[in-house]
């Protein structure tokens, strides 16, 4: 059992409700971690999953159904990950607070039958963005895209 299922089964609130655990950067500041190629299209398989097996569910609406699987997020993520491709980034850029989307897809794939192999996907994949959220950076939008920060390299030892 992941950390974020046994928090969920111990009793205590959902963590995509949970909004003390999150430490939101300040107002207008943007943080940000990467996700690298394979946990991308990982992202988009969990989130699709889930958004096929709501519709077959009959969830609700559309945009019920598209909010509750987390697929709001796949067309800037894609955007995001066309640009960084075009820039020969090895990465695509995902805001902090865009982990409530992976949050939605996984717990509502738990809940309408999803694939295990979707669920075991989603769970270490979303274990692994809040661990990287923890260690976000900071981010900005260069026309019209999310783009992190360069890193300040370590001072050279003497």
Same mark, same amino acid.
């Given at each position: 059992? /992941?950390?974020?299922?046994?928090?969920?089964?111990?009793?205590?609130?959902?963590?995509?409700?949970?909004?003390?655990?999150?430490?939101?950067?300040?107002?207008?500041?943007?943080?940000?971690?990467?996700?690298?190629?394979?946990?991308?299209?990982?992202?988009?398989?969990?989130?699709?999953?889930?958004?096929?097996?709501?519709?077959?569910?009959?969830?609700?609406?559309?945009?019920?159904?598209?909010?509750?699987?987390?697929?709001?997020?796949?067309? /800037?993520?894609?955007?995001?990950?066309?640009?960084?491709?075009?820039?020969?980034?090895?990465?695509?850029?995902?805001?902090?607070?865009?982990?409530?989307?992976?949050?939605?897809?996984?717990?509502?794939?738990?809940?309408?039958?999803?694939?295990?192999?979707?669920?075991?996907?989603?769970?270490?994949?979303?274990?692994?963005?809040?661990?990287?959220?923890?260690?976000?950076?900071?981010?900005?939008?260069?026309?019209?895209?999310?783009?992190?920060?360069?890193?300040?390299?370590?001072?050279?030892?003497?």
């Amino acid at each position: 059992m /992941s950390r974020f299922d046994r928090r969920r089964h111990a009793g205590g609130p959902h963590p995509a409700h949970d909004t003390t655990r999150r430490s939101d950067p300040p107002r207008g500041r943007l943080s940000a971690f990467e996700l690298s190629a394979g946990e991308y299209r990982a992202l988009v398989r969990v989130i699709e999953h889930a958004q096929a097996r709501l519709a077959l569910a009959g969830a609700g609406d559309t945009d019920t159904i598209r909010n509750a699987s987390g697929a709001e997020l796949l067309p /800037s993520l894609r955007a995001r990950a066309d640009a960084a491709r075009d820039r020969g980034a090895d990465g695509v850029p995902m805001l902090a607070t865009e982990i409530r989307h992976l949050e939605a897809a996984v717990v509502n794939l738990e809940s309408f039958g999803g694939h295990e192999a979707a669920l075991c996907e989603g769970y270490t994949l979303l274990e692994e963005c809040e661990d990287r959220q923890r260690r976000a950076r900071s981010a900005h939008m260069a026309d019209g895209i999310l783009t992190l920060d360069q890193r300040t390299p370590p001072a050279a030892s003497l």
